[in-house]
């Protein structure tokens, strides 16, 4: 008899969570990556890439970084950086970083170690938008929005959405319940998306487009600047 109750509970549970996927036309198993074949942090000039690189610390992936960071560059501009152009690109990061580096650090070889890692690397910066934008919510200052709510984790997903939004610059951005989740750091999806709308109800977000329960694409949203 309590087996039979359990399985009856179960099934309700497994039901209401199905129920609630459809409602906000959640998927979780999909995001940006399936609808476009490459996505990049939007990187302008130069400087940018300097600066996107050394945000992320002068460690053993410096080199790796600024790589990608160029890769993003002509990702963003529709360029292809000719030789000239990759060492001249070393020498703003060598002029910016040079001082911080181990004494015994070598301009040539370092510049060798570049090239060589810019010639291997095929992924640009920022290419997976969701990790990207959390970790810019982590290293830099929230927008304005965050200082309404109290809850940290709040905060943290309005600023991951806020990131999401500039990465996908006049384009709405995708959103999973399952990534949202982590975004608040909860295991909960159905809390995240109650989180989700919360933000909807508030003017934070919009929501575009719902995802397709099960199908291919994730929640589309457009993050809204409220006036102060």
């Excluded at 399936?34 to 992936?61: H, K, M, Y």
């Excluded at 995240?192 to 109800?201: E, H, K, M, Q």
Aim: proline share 4%; aromatic share 10%.
């Amino acid at each position: 008899m309590l087996l039979g109750i359990q399985r009856i509970r179960e099934t309700e549970n497994q039901r209401n969570r199905e129920s609630e996927k459809q409602r906000y036309g959640d998927s979780d198993a999909t995001d940006e990556a399936e609808e476009f074949p490459l996505l990049a942090a939007r990187i302008r000039t130069l400087q940018e890439a300097v600066q996107a690189t050394v945000e992320r610390g002068l460690d053993s992936d410096l080199l790796f970084t600024f790589a990608r960071a160029l890769k993003a560059f002509e990702f963003t501009e529709g360029c292809e950086l000719s030789q000239d152009d990759l060492d001249a690109a070393f020498a703003l990061l060598w002029s910016r970083v040079n001082t911080q580096l181990p004494q015994e650090a070598d301009f040539d070889e370092y510049r060798f170690q570049f090239l060589e890692s810019f010639a291997r690397t095929k992924s640009p910066l920022g290419a997976n938008h969701f990790e990207e934008a959390v970790w810019r919510a982590d290293n830099r200052p929230h927008p304005p929005e965050c200082a309404r709510y109290r809850s940290e984790n709040l905060k943290r997903l309005t600023a991951v959405c806020y990131h999401l939004q500039q990465l996908a610059g006049d384009q709405p951005f995708f959103l999973s319940a399952r990534k949202a989740a982590k975004a608040a750091r909860t295991q909960n999806p159905t809390m995240a998306l109650s989180f989700l709308y919360g933000l909807i109800r508030d003017g934070v977000l919009t929501l575009n487009r719902k995802g397709i329960p099960g199908g291919k694409f994730a929640s589309r949203f457009r993050y809204n600047r409220l006036q102060p």
